[in-house]
């Protein structure tokens, strides 16, 4: 019994998607940013500095979506289900986002230019919030009968997932504010500044409160954070958040120009081992374990062996652009 | 059936319709540039490198919303289809993994070579890109077609007793019965379709213009194309019609309108098929063809409907009426392809506005059989999704109506606005006279299937400010 492929599965699908949530993120959080930004030199320096990157981002989360239903079939058919118009909303927003990027260059007129930026923004914010809802559906538990999703359509609604929704949207906003200090200067960069010490606070309290409700929703959950020997485990991440808070903040006063950035980065790994270590072992909480979920050791395996050749690859090349491109996108420029 | 299911199928209908366009595009202009690229390393003429820059521009618009709508498609099976993934998806799950991880690939590493890359590398290295590009296009054919001929001849598998289909042999289920017919009909029908596109515009220009150079050279190597290829894929769709004869005998009993085991069948040219009453009305028929086509034989018989249970029977109408739509559209292919060859032969392809007419005429129609085709074989194979093995009805999500039809109907609105966009920008590009000196992809704006590679910044950007 190859008892080894369920965790090293679950190991990379969970790489995907924080794969997915790490460079996706800023680049849905600079069309939030939209919101705010709206001088149209600026949104063309805003939208450059993640144009040659974004589609590449995208794709994990097929990879996530792909993955899941080829080694993990039966979450895949219980958690889809469950959170059916949380995941079509999100997916008609990334495709409404996607061909806004193309189609606010391509815009004859300041009219329809305006439209399609529009629609970047609320595909991009919408999109944000629907990962939060189903981060939360998730999260709080899916009812399972004959293995099969047993809910009605709109059970993953409440006052936790919106929580959630809302959490993730300021995290998102809050990463392309960082991403764009990076990548900017002069005024625009000053603002992101501002937005980026705005929005930290806001996402710590949410942080906050996301994290003391997600032990409620479940006594195995609250076992594991505040039991033990579950609190060895458990207990430098919120010291590990605190220190990541200070030097963000830091950087911020030394107007420092990546290490915001960072430090947005490590609270999302962190944040998300949080996630891991309350999921664990556990796939479609409360009741599936990977274990439970995971296609036949022959499925996974087969898959496994073209993912290990082609993943580090792909890694590498990903790493090679994101070097290429780094440096200051300025008015004017364009990085085709 | 239910309604939330009949929604679903429609949904699951619309949104693979509308996507599995654009692969087709795809695989067929991947390999078109290929050649274009190959004959101009070889020949040295200007004309084809202008052709492969004109169509290079338009292969990046289409490959870009190609991968939008396969993002939806990757979820579409567990929205909608949960039963079917948790009892398929040990089987199939991989091989669509496989199709992710190949798009990937592609993507990441040739694609943008090829887009952005031709004043940065070498000819040749741009040249491995293209074909490496147009490799991968078919290698997630490969796969996509591998998980869906399984659905219609299952093999390389057990039940388990929870009523889950688990692998016992890849190879057996990837090269399942009817994959090597479906492979090579589908390729066939990609690069054929996009010949009769390539036609359509060169036509429409050398309409404007019949001096114009690239436009005599693209219609030319379409008309080749229809003339060749059009009557092989008679002889591949017949080959794939045997071996559905032999395998899923119910679904060529409805494409043939057959309802009674006579030997000698005729072939129903037209008619209407009339389930209730098992016959089919008004139906115009020739004696003896139809015996000949699915069997080989004056004498053979075509296995009937009333040979199956009921319930076992996919929908007629569907079925009888897109079959005789592939066929008919695929027959005007091959009279297209016919009349340019003796136009050709009497040296008047560039004469001829007629057959520019008709070949303008016929520029969907490759994806419009296409289409049909796969309604013919989709729709063929209900009331099952595994066929014989799992019924539709035991596939669906638990989800209620009403979400599944709100769904549906946001599907379709949103693909309306942006397909219809997208579709627009395809046109206006092709409506576009290729010109002597064509230049690539515009540096200017991005390119959303740039994908992440950093070719285009590697000379065109400036360089980094110090001190980042």
């Known amino acids: 019994m190859a008892n080894w492929l369920p965790p090293v599965w679950a190991g990379l699908i969970a790489f995907a998607v924080l794969a997915y949530v790490l460079l996706d993120g800023f680049d849905l959080g600079v069309g939030i940013l939209f919101a705010a930004e709206r001088d149209a030199r600026d949104r063309d320096v805003i939208v450059n500095s993640v144009a040659p990157i974004w589609d590449g981002n995208e794709t994990w989360l097929v990879l996530g979506g792909g993955g899941l239903l080829a080694v993990f079939p039966l979450a895949y058919s219980i958690i889809l289900p469950a959170l059916y118009p949380t995941i079509i909303a999100m997916l008609l927003s990334l495709v409404f986002r996607g061909v806004a990027f193309e189609f606010r260059f391509r815009a004859r007129r300041a009219a329809s230019r305006l439209w399609w930026d529009r629609a970047f923004l609320a595909g991009s914010a919408l999109a944000a919030f629907c990962q939060g809802l189903s981060l939360g559906g998730l999260l709080q538990g899916i009812r399972v009968a004959d293995r099969a999703y047993a809910g009605g359509w709109l059970d993953w609604l409440n006052g936790f997932t919106v929580l959630c929704g809302l959490a993730l949207v300021v995290g998102y906003a809050l990463q392309g504010s960082c991403w764009l200090i990076w990548r900017t200067e002069g005024a625009l960069q000053r603002r992101c500044r501002r937005y980026a010490s705005l929005l930290g606070v806001l996402l710590l309290a949410l942080m906050v409160v996301v994290s003391l409700w997600t032990p409620m929703l479940n006594p195995s959950i609250s076992g594991k954070w505040f039991g033990y020997p579950g609190i060895v485990l458990t207990g430098p991440v919120p010291i590990l958040v605190a220190l990541v808070a200070w030097r963000f903040w830091r950087g911020l006063a030394r107007r420092e120009h990546l290490s915001p950035f960072l430090c947005v980065q490590a609270w999302f790994v962190l944040s998300y081992i949080g996630l891991g270590i309350s999921f664990w072992p556990l796939i479609v909480p409360p009741s599936l374990t990977i274990w439970d979920a995971a296609a036949p050791p022959a499925s996974q395996l087969f898959l496994l062996v073209g993912t290990v050749i082609l993943i580090p690859i792909i890694l590498t090349y990903t790493g090679y652009a994101y070097w290429v491109f780094r440096g200051k996108v300025r008015h004017g420029e364009h990085y085709h | 059936m239910t309604n939330a299911i009949i929604l679903a199928r429609a949904q699951f209908a619309f949104t693979v319709g509308l996507h599995i366009i654009l692969p087709a595009f795809s695989i067929g202009l991947a390999s078109y540039l290929m050649v274009l690229e190959g004959l101009w390393l070889r020949t040295g003429r200007q004309v084809y490198h202008d052709l492969y820059n004109y169509w290079l521009k338009i292969f990046a618009v289409g490959f870009a919303m190609g991968v939008v709508s396969g993002l939806v498609m990757s979820y579409q099976f567990g929205t909608n289809w949960a039963r079917f993934s948790d009892r398929v998806g040990p089987v199939i799950g991989p ?374």
């Open chain 2, 95 to 468: 091989l669509m993994g496989y199709e992710v991880l190949t798009a990937f690939f592609l993507e990441a590493g040739f694609l943008g070579v090829m887009l952005f890359g031709q004043t940065r590398v070498g000819p040749r290295l741009h040249f491995f890109a293209t074909c490496c590009v147009a490799a991968g296009t078919l290698m997630s054919a490969f796969w996509i077609l591998a998980a869906n001929s399984w659905m219609q001849t299952p093999a390389g598998y057990t039940v388990a007793p929870d009523g889950r289909f688990l692998p016992t042999n890849y190879w057996e289920v990837i090269f399942n019965p009817s994959f090597p017919y479906r492979f090579v009909h589908m390729v066939l029908a990609c690069y054929l379709s996009l010949a009769l596109l390539v036609g359509a515009v060169g036509a429409w220009h050398l309409l404007r213009d019949r001096q114009n150079q690239a436009a005599r050279t693209m219609f030319s190597m379409a008309m080749w194309m229809a003339a060749i290829v059009a009557p092989l894929q008679l002889v591949a769709g017949d080959a794939q019609g045997l071996n559905t004869a032999e395998y899923q005998p119910a679904k060529v009993a409805a494409m043939e309108g057959d309802f009674e085991t006579v030997p000698g069948s005729p072939l129903v040219l037209f008619g209407m098929p009339n389930a209730a009453e098992g016959r089919v009305d008004f139906s115009l028929e020739i004696p003896r063809a139809g015996a000949l086509i699915v069997t080989h034989s004056w004498n053979g018989a075509v296995r009937g409907l009333n040979e199956f249970p009921r319930e076992n029977w996919p929908p007629l109408p569907y079925v009888f009426w897109a079959f005789r739509a592939m066929v008919g559209l695929g027959l005007l292919m091959i009279a297209l392809g016919w009349w340019s060859l003796v136009q050709r032969f009497r040296r008047r392809l560039y004469a001829s506005p007629l057959l520019w007419r008709a070949a303008v005429l016929m520029g969907p129609a490759g994806f419009m059989a296409l289409l049909s085709g796969w309604t013919v074989t989709e729709v063929g194979r209900q009331p099952f999704t595994a066929y014989g093995l799992l019924r539709t009805a035991e596939s669906a999500s638990p989800i209620a109506t009403p979400g599944v039809a709100a769904s549906l109907a946001a599907f379709v609105v949103v693909y309306f606005i942006v397909f219809g966009a997208g579709f627009l920008y395809l046109l206006r590009l092709m409506a576009r006279r290729p010109v002597a000196g064509e230049a690539g992809p515009p540096s200017g704006v991005p390119v959303r299937s740039a994908g992440i590679t950093p070719m285009p910044a590697v000379a065109g950007a400036p360089a980094p400010a110090a001190g980042d």
